[in-house]
T-cell receptor, first 111, second 111 residues
Framework: QKEVEQNSGPLSVPEGAIASLNCTYS??????FFWYRQYSGKSPELIMF????GDKEDGRFTAQLNKASQYVSLLIRDSQPSDSATYLC???????????FGQGTTLQVKP | DGGITQSPKYLFRKEGQNVTLSCEQN?????MYWYRQDPGQGLRLIYY???????QKGDIAEGYSVSREKKESFPLTVTSAQKNPTAFYLC??????????FGDGTRLSIL
């Protein structure tokens, strides 16, 4: 079992729709969770992080964490073609700041 | 401007050659990280350092070496022992209890 799992996609949504990206993790002791966006050929860019159960909203983005189910998700409201990218879920299972990454989900937003 | 600078952007290695990738940051971050990304994959941790003159192996350290003689610098050497070095190499850094941020990356290819 992979430590951090994501559906590789592609996930295709129409412009203006809500995109829902999901991630599960295996280490129940994980403390912090991150979503990075990576455009083709570029480096990852941090878009959201969450430490506590529940929802965290920032603009069009909402991160959701359920530690009991070992599940973290990212919702993108009013999706735009510029949101088309690969979204990487990362988990910090310890206090070293080391991150375990999923393989990423490719999102395509169609005009 | 503050940030994480990786150089060169593109690098080519001949058989049997060691090459060194540069990573410099002027953010006064204590911790620095090196990741490798293969096409269609997430990031895998090579080495990390939480403090000057100290570093630890990540998940795929074989064939790589690092040093941390200055807080600002964390160079990565890809040795001839690394038989499959072609990848996108990413350096990251962070302040304590803050998320990691990435440099622009170095693409390494075999001649």
């Amino acid at each position: 079992q992979k430590e951090v799992e994501q559906n590789s996609g592609p996930l295709s949504v129409p412009e203006g729709a809500i995109a829902s990206l999901n991630c599960t993790y295996s280490d129940r002791g994980s403390q912090s969770f991150f979503w990075y966006r990576q455009y083709s050929g570029k480096s990852p860019e941090l878009i959201m992080f969450i430490y506590s159960n529940g929802d965290k909203e920032d603009g069009r983005f909402t991160a959701q964490l359920n530690k009991a189910s070992q599940y973290v998700s990212l919702l993108i409201r009013d999706s735009q073609p510029s949101d088309s990218a690969t979204y990487l879920c990362a988990v910090n299972p310890s206090n070293t700041g080391k991150l375990i990454f999923g393989q990423g989900t490719t999102l395509q937003v169609k005009p | 401007d503050g940030g994480i600078t990786q150089s060169p952007k593109y690098l080519f290695r001949k058989e049997g050659q060691n090459v060194t990738l540069s990573c410099e940051q002027n953010l006064n971050h204590d911790a620095m990280y090196w990741y490798r990304q293969d096409p269609g994959q997430g990031l895998r941790l090579i080495y990390y350092s939480q403090i000057v003159n100290d570093f630890q192996k990540g998940d795929i350290a074989e064939g790589y070496s690092v040093s941390r003689e200055k807080k600002e610098s964390f160079p990565l050497t890809v040795t001839s022992a690394q038989k499959n070095p072609t990848a996108f190499y990413l350096c990251a850094s962070r302040r304590e209890d803050q998320p990691q941020h990435f440099g622009d990356g170095t693409r390494l290819s075999i001649l």
